[in-house]
């Protein structure tokens, strides 16, 4: 077309330049500048065969590039924009500016050109208007001289490549304009570098020392555009294979590959680029260089940065063939990556590990390839999306080792510490496999902790340090879940015992255990810590760290989660001290103290507890802050330590030793407590140190895993406190009543005297309450100062900080004896009758805030600012202490609460005898309390409500949704929503508030209901919610079923929809709850040998208690009880109803969806219950299939039955009927019956049939000896082994075990719902019944496993066809395709139905059965019947009902013929028809795959289509005779399931059209 333009143009006018000048007049369109580029074009070729002529064709070439081409570009510059035009436009003015410059005689207009244009592309930058200027660059680049224009080459060819390499920067900013710098770096990239490469020489040569100079890419998106610019000059870059040979031989350029730089970036692109275009040209120019070597043929080495180690890439012609076939492999892995899709990628790695087997070398076992190419393999998957994918990779990374020994390498090193490590933080790789029982650990965690130990059991030594310093210090660099930080930690708990790290390793630990801190999982947690504190044991080089440095790290951790006296954990860190006391580091502070026959550890402690209790130089007048609690915990842990130790030494030799050196430890301290009662001026903070290492020795004391009985550490440590009783408590009395205590900062040490005070009480009732010992001289002082104190703060003085903070004092002192009293009832001081204490107690002034204090002249701007600051706090404390004393004397005075207050007229107590205003005043405190600070409130509304929930009914009802309220705000709050719910539910679910709610079914019935179901609400999001309510009211039924046997259940049976909820209780977790319910169970699983089971209490907020507290709680009724037998009656009526309810709620169910999991929960509570009912009929709606199944045991359901010929008779009967039925599942569930029943009537001699013996035993015969190994065979083998008929017992394996257990587990529920027996003995709130066995079951049923009989159901190996026919079907309404006709031949039904519609015949099978869309299938339907297809084959024939479907198909399904095949039947189903001459063939890509365009369709072709997500899997890839590939030619790799389907269907009609019209003609 453009050669006819041109050829038009010149034949009405010979004179070019007339021509050029009337194209040059008018608007510059495209067309025009097209036309004119076109001329040039024409032109140029006739000068070059030289028939243009050399007069004015020169001069009109000049005149149109200056007078014209050039104001043209330079006015597109001005304007930007103009869309596909402008870049027309722009295209065809330099192709027309490159004709000009050869047409005018000389080079003096392509190097004036070319001045011109990067003058302008300089001054343009990156900005949008420089593509006019790369235009014409790139137009008269190749005019240039490389030898005389070489210098103006060089500058124009590093403006092109900054531009191009600025591409990334540009694109930085917003909007249209840095999209069009990005097309200008692009155009750069693509057309100007390539054309200046053609100049070869200097611009080359600048070009690629400009790349060099560039370095490896810092970034992920810097290495797109350095790609670009490679692959664009790819060609140049890399040696021509035959260069140098001709005379015309190209100049001999750079050689990319022997520069480390190129291969690095490559890498990089391979790697880390995100956008799939980067990462092919990545793969294209590794491709290219490897084409090249090939080709050449020539060695070739490029050595990495570093200058040692293995090559970046080498090539020997000696070793092509190993080369080829490892970057063959290479190349196929990384762009089988590119699919992203799991089942197409497994396949493909085994070529993986080949790679390494190339690798290394087999003689001297060194790296013949940089192992950075294998990294950028692992990097790829581990930044993959499929975190299926991820998950693959980081596995294959941690089997490495698995097999084969790999050298050392620093980048292997680096790539763990960097992006495996990075991979690891995501918690879903941790996820158990399927078939993994729960709670035996992820097997990704087991994988790392075997890696990690090979691999640094292997690293040099001079190496291990710093690799393992790093790796625990990238573990400190970001916020980790609690199971990754688990597995990591264990990982290298586990790592081989090494001198590794020194101090900044250990202040990296210390890091790591704050990290684990952020988890709200305590067990995960403690678990963690744990592991660390080995790590430390194993690693810490003693010698390079002092003791001061590991007493640090060791208060890093949570006593209460970890590190606790008498774990295994304690006694292995008091052994490593033992062991290593002479090795540690001294540290310049810490001197001798002059110890006879010490150790360091010994000197170190006891200069550590002299540190502590130092009275300081100096103090001034102003009030002080308490100390810091960190250097009391820290030198009590250190002292027990040292005195366990201690232990260790003397275990076999003499006992006194230990109490001597508990004693040389502790005398400095019990010294200054003895001195507490004379010594008025001790400074005061020598008494707050003194008092916090005193309460924490106390605390870490008692802080044992077993017992404290036996331990003498702690009998020795009371001993010498008691000594010191009568010392402390007189101080503590002085300080707290002598008005010593006056600012606020006095409040820590008031809460710290009344904590000492406790322990000192709690250790006299251990050893024995005497009276007149030195506690009970101070109780009754301490509270009749406090109230005295209270009662003339009252008398209306002036509120100044001192007496305020007093009264303050006052309250918690009372409170504290309240609460000690309570507690123990050694401590009563008064008789129960009411003294002036309780008198005053109760009329108190419930909820007065204290009124924000006066400042006192003389006070200091200390005390003004103290007072003023968190006021809202104390007073909050001061009303808490309150109704701490009120629900003291309500308990102890509750017979004298009155139903209501008219009964009482002048009040002893106006707080116990006026009731109604007490439960006001709590509800008021519920809303002036802060949450944490409600408890003694809802202690003393438990005992108010059962009293006046009959006469005042609306108060408690509005003090249930109070309460309520807060609880429900409190759900997010982890340290205070627990204790705060237990009391909640206590006040509450009071047996006496449902028992009289339930009487009286008023508004608290219906309030208390409610809240039933907003608690069961909140527990399917926040777990162990539920458990705490069902745990309280079942334990206080049982409780009071003890106390009165016939009306015990009343309450309960008000209230069995709470048990009802309990039975069916359990939410479908989330992925991430699972898992983390899943490392919870592994870590208890651990036992002893992890100390964090020993330490922290199991919670039992398991999902499963619930349902084991409400099954406990039902065996423990009996039906002998009336009131027990009626409760069960009532909720199997309720469960019954629930079960029709779920039914109906959708027709269709699946296997552990929601509705089957309520259903297996609703029967397994029935399976408990009906051994308590009496027997008879049952008019159970059940299918003809469990009828049939249960008949197989008639001979378990008769054996107590004298007369079995009725019964058996009656069973033949209805089992003969079934066994004719036409479904083939009814008649194989029959068949097994009357193999049984047959056998029991020729036991009994029953003659009455032996008019049918020979037919029953000829059917029996046949079915047994049925010839060949059909599906019919197969299934009846199966049945008879399944466990329901082969090994289950219904009497003997009756039990819990076999009901919640064995049952799911060998039934394919998932692991969720297997509860094992272990539970509901660990679950202690609840009692074991008097026949404990009957939890047991005693038979080998529970001894099978799920693979004997559940593995055939599911299909195993997909090359066997014995495997693929599934038991599981026959149970299935819908019958399957094979057992429905199993003589009949497809092949003749299709084309029965095909000739009857009048169509003509195709031997085209669609097998769309993996297509789960409606959409798809409903338009596969469509093309199927246009391009008349035999059939389409499908998954399900209901999918026709789907509205989707039919707005796609047009009711094209009504004319095609459509069979229903599953995906488990598909290799059967393909064999058969390979057996009848198809051809199987896949639509898919992979290694082998044939290009539609060149394959021809066989008329018997069968067409498989793969899923939309996962394609063709990959044991069906197996089963194809040949893969077909549809070409293409973008970026995205696969086309729609439909379209692909369409193609081929198309392509396969068409070609069978072509034959059909040839053999007619």
């Known amino acids: 077309m453009e050669c006819v333009l041109a050829e038009a143009l010149l034949s009405q006018s010979r004179d070019p330049r007339a021509l050029l000048a009337a194209l040059c007049r008018g608007e510059a369109s495209a067309e025009r500048v097209e036309t004119l580029r076109f001329l040039l074009q024409r032109l140029e070729d006739e000068a070059a065969r030289g028939g243009g002529g050399a007069g004015p064709l020169p001069e009109a070439a000049r005149e149109v590039a200056a007078g014209y081409l050039v104001p043209l570009l330079r006015g597109l510059r001005g304007r930007p924009g103009g869309g596909p035009d402008r870049r027309r436009v722009l295209r065809a003015a330099g192709a027309a500016l490159r004709s000009c410059a050869r047409l005018a005689g000389g080079p003096q207009l392509a190097a004036t050109l070319a001045e011109e244009a990067l003058r302008d592309l300089l001054a343009a930058g990156p900005a949008p208007g420089a593509e006019a200027a790369v235009e014409v660059l790139a137009a008269v680049g190749p005019c240039l001289r490389p030898r005389e224009d070489g210098p103006l080459l060089e500058r124009v060819a590093r403006a092109a490549l900054g531009l191009a390499l600025g591409a990334d920067g540009a694109g930085a900013g917003a909007g249209a304009g840095a999209g069009r710098a990005e097309d200008a770096a692009a155009l750069a990239a693509g057309r100007l570098l390539p054309a200046l490469g053609q100049c070869g020489g200097a611009a080359l040569r600048a070009v690629w020392g400009g790349l060099v100079a560039a370095g490896a890419p810092s970034g992920p998106g810097r290495v797109g555009p350095q790609l670009l610019v490679l692959s664009a000059l790819a060609e140049r870059l890399l040696p021509e294979p035959g260069a140098g040979r001709g005379p015309r031989a190209r100049e001999e350029g750079p050689d990319a590959r022997r520069c480390w730089r190129f291969w690095r970036t490559v890498q990089a692109g391979l790697a880390q680029a995100q956008d799939a275009l980067t990462r092919r040209r990545a793969r294209y120019l590794l491709q290219r260089a490897v084409e090249v070597s090939a080709e050449l043929g020539a060695p070739c080495t490029c050595g990495p940065q570093e200058g040692t180690g293995p090559s970046l890439f080498w090539w020997s012609e000696k070793k092509k063939d190993e080369l080829l076939k490892f970057w063959e492999n290479y190349i196929l892995i990384m762009e089988t990556l590119e699919g ?24 001297d076992g060194c790296w013949l390839f940089h192992p950075s190419w294998h990294m950028c393999i692992y990097k790829r998957m581990f930044e993959s999306e499929n975190k299926i994918l991820t998950k693959e990779g980081v596995i294959h990374f941690l089997e490495l080792y698995e097999t084969k020994i790999l050298p050392f390498s620093p980048e292997f090193s680096e790539f763990i510490i960097g992006p495996l490590m990075d991979a690891l933080s995501e918690s879903s790789l941790y996820i158990r496999s399927p078939g993994q029982l729960i709670g035996s650990g992820s097997p990704l965690g087991l994988k790392l902790q075997k890696f990690l130990v090979t691999y640094v059991s292997l690293l040099p030594e001079e190496i291990k340090s710093s690799f393992l310093l790093k790796f625990i210090q990238k573990m400190t660099s970001r916020h980790w879940c609690g199971i990754p930080i688990l597995f990591l930690s264990k990982a290298l708990a586990n790592v081989p015992r090494c001198k590794a790290l020194g101090v900044d390793g250990l202040l990296a630990l210390r890091d790591v255990l704050q990290c684990t801190m952020i988890t709200h999982q305590i067990l995960l947690r403690g678990a963690a810590q744990c592991y660390l504190l080995q790590t430390a044991m194993n690693l810490v080089d003693v010698e390079k760290v002092s003791l001061s440095d590991v007493s640090t790290f060791l208060m890093s951790l949570r006593q209460e989660e970890s590190l606790r006296r008498g774990t295994s954990l304690w006694t292995e860190l008091c052994d490593w001290l033992r062991v290593n006391e002479s090795r540690f580091r001294h540290a310049s502070a810490c001197s001798s103290i002059g110890l006879p026959e010490t150790s360091s550890l010994n000197a170190y402690v006891k200069n550590l507890v002299q540190e502590c209790i130092k009275s300081p130089s100096w103090e001034t007048g102003e009030d002080h802050f308490m100390p810091d609690w960190f250097e009391a915990k820290l030198v009590a842990m250190m002292v027990l330590l040292a005195v366990d130790v201690e232990g260790m030494k003397s275990q076999y030799s003499e006992k006194r030793r230990t109490q001597n050196v508990l004693r040389i430890f502790l005398d400095p301290l019990l010294e200054s407590l003895m001195k507490f009662g004379t010594n008025a001026y001790m400074p005061l903070l020598k008494t707050d140190r003194c008092l916090q290492l005193l309460l924490k020795l106390l605390h870490t004391c008692m802080l044992k895993g077993s017992s404290t009985q036996d331990d003498e550490v702690f009998t020795l440590l009371q001993s010498f406190v008691l000594s010191t009783t009568e010392s402390v408590s007189e101080f503590i009395l002085r300080r707290l009543t002598m008005n010593e205590l006056s600012s606020v900062s006095d409040l820590d040490r008031c809460h710290l005297y009344l904590m000492v005070l406790t322990e000192l009480i709690n250790l006299h009732l251990k050893v024995g309450w005497k009276r007149g010992n030195p506690i009970w001289r101070v109780i009754s002082p301490l509270k009749n100062a406090s109230i005295q104190h209270l009662q003339e703060l009252d008398s209306g003085q002036d509120p100044t900080l001192a007496r305020q903070i007093q009264r303050v004092v006052s309250m918690a002192a009372l409170a504290m004896v309240c609460e000690a009293i309570d507690q123990k009832p050694e401590l009563q001081l008064d008789s129960l009758d009411a003294g002036p204490t309780e008198r005053f107690l109760s009329s108190l002034p419930l909820n007065c805030t204290l009124q924000k204090p006066h400042a006192e002249k003389q006070s200091s701007s200390f005390e003004e600012s103290s007072a003023s600051q968190g006021w809202g706090k104390i007073v909050a404390q001061y009303i808490h202490d309150q109704w701490i004393c009120l629900s003291f004397l309500l308990r102890k005075y509750h017979t004298l609460i009155p139903a209501s207050e008219g009964e009482v007229l002048e009040p002893i107590l106006p707080a116990i005898q006026m009731p109604v205003r007490t439960l006001q005043a709590a509800l008021e405190a519920l ?206 009526i309720k469960l019954l109803d629930k079960d029709d309810l779920v039914s109906k709620c959708r027709t269709r169910y699946y296997v552990n969806s929601q509705q089957h999991r309520v259903k297996n929960r609703i029967w397994q509570t029935l399976l408990v219950l009906f051994p308590s009912f009496d027997q008879g009929e049952e008019n159970l709606k059940t299918s003809i299939c469990t009828f049939l199944s249960v008949l197989s045991h008639l001979d378990i359901i008769t054996q107590n039955i004298p007369e079995k010929k009725p019964i058996l008779k009656q069973a033949l009967i209805i089992v003969l009927q079934w066994c004719f039925n036409h479904n083939f599942s009814i008649r194989l569930y029959a068949l097994v019956a009357l193999k049984k029943i047959w056998s029991m009537c020729k036991t009994l001699n029953m003659e009455e049939f032996d008019a049918l013996t020979s037919v029953i035993e000829s059917s029996l015969n046949e079915v047994e000896n049925m010839p060949g190994a059909g599906n019919a065979k197969k299934n009846w083998q199966r049945i008879q082994e399944h466990f329901f008929f082969a090994t289950f017992h219904p009497l003997q394996d009756y039990c819990l075990e076999t009901i919640f257990y064995i049952f799911p587990r060998l039934s394919g529920l998932v692991e969720d719902e297997w509860i094992a027996i272990g539970k509901f003995t660990r679950f202690t709130d609840i009692p074991l019944d008097a026949g404990f066995q009957w939890y047991l079951s005693p038979t080998h049923l529970c001894e099978l496993k799920p693979g004997d009989w559940a593995q055939q159901d599911i299909g195993s190996h997909s090359g066997e066809a014995d495997s693929q026919s599934e038991w599981t079907d026959v149970q299935k309404k819908i019958i399957p395709w094979k057992n429905s006709a199993p003589d009949l031949d497809l092949e003749v039904v299709f084309q029965d139905r095909v000739a009857r519609l009048g169509k003509s015949i195709s031997r085209l099978i669609v097998v769309a059965s993996l297509i789960d869309k409606p959409t798809n299938l409903g338009g596969l339907c469509r093309t199927c019947e246009v391009f008349g297809a035999s059939a389409l084959i499908v998954d399900s024939l209901q999918c026709v009902r789907d509205k989707q479907f039919q707005s796609l198909s047009v009711s094209a399904e009504q004319w ?97 059209l072509l034959r059909h019209e040839d053999t007619e003609s």
């Open 1456 to 1552: 095609l013929p459509l069979v229903e095949v599953k995906p488990p039947q598909l290799i059967d189903f393909l064999q058969q028809k390979k057996a009848e001459g198809y051809t199987v063939i896949g639509v898919e890509q992979t290694a082998k795959s044939v290009d539609l365009t060149q394959y021809s369709f066989p008329e018997r072709s069968l067409l498989l289509l793969g899923n939309e997500r996962e394609g063709i899997p990959a044991n069906l890839i197996q089963e194809l005779d040949v893969c077909v590939e549809i070409p293409q030619q973008g970026i995205i790799r696969s086309l729609n399931v439909h379209v692909s389907g369409a193609l081929l269907i198309w392509e396969y009609t068409r070609q069978q």
């Open 927 to 1132: 809303t002036v309390l802060p949450s944490d600070q409600v408890l003694p409130v809802f202690r003393c509304m438990k005992i108010l409500v059962p009293k006046l929930l009959t006469s005042s009914e609306a108060l408690c009802v509005e003090s249930f949704d109070t309460a309520w309220k807060i609880i429900s705000a409190l759900s997010n709050t982890q340290l205070i929503f627990w204790s705060n719910l237990k009391a909640f539910v206590q006040f509450v679910f009071d047996t006496k508030v449902l028992t009289i709610a339930a009487k009286i079914k008023g508004q608290a019935y219906f309030k208390i209901k409610e809240i039933m179901y907003k608690i069961i609400e909140m527990s399917a999001i926040k777990t162990g919610v539920f458990n705490t309510l069902i745990s309280y009211c079942c334990k206080s039924w049982i409780v009071s079923a003890s106390d009165v046997p016939q009306v015990s259940l009343s309450s309960a049976k008000n209230y069995s929809e709470l048990v009802l909820e309990a039975c069916i209780f359990g939410t479908v977790f989330r992925r991430d709850q699972r898992l983390i319910q899943d490392v919870q169970t592994y870590i208890e699983n651990l036992g002893h040998d992890c100390a964090a089971n020993m330490v922290i209490e199991n919670t039992k907020r398991e999902d499963h208690y619930v349902r084991i507290c409400a099954v406990k709680f039902l065996c423990l009724l009996h039906g002998s009880n009336v009131s027990h037998k009626l409760f069960m009656e009532d909720l199997a």
């Open 340 to 363: 992203n899709q799991i089942h197409v990628i497994k396949p493909v790695l085994p070529k993986l590990k080949s790679l390494f087997e190339y690798a290394v070398s087999e003689e």
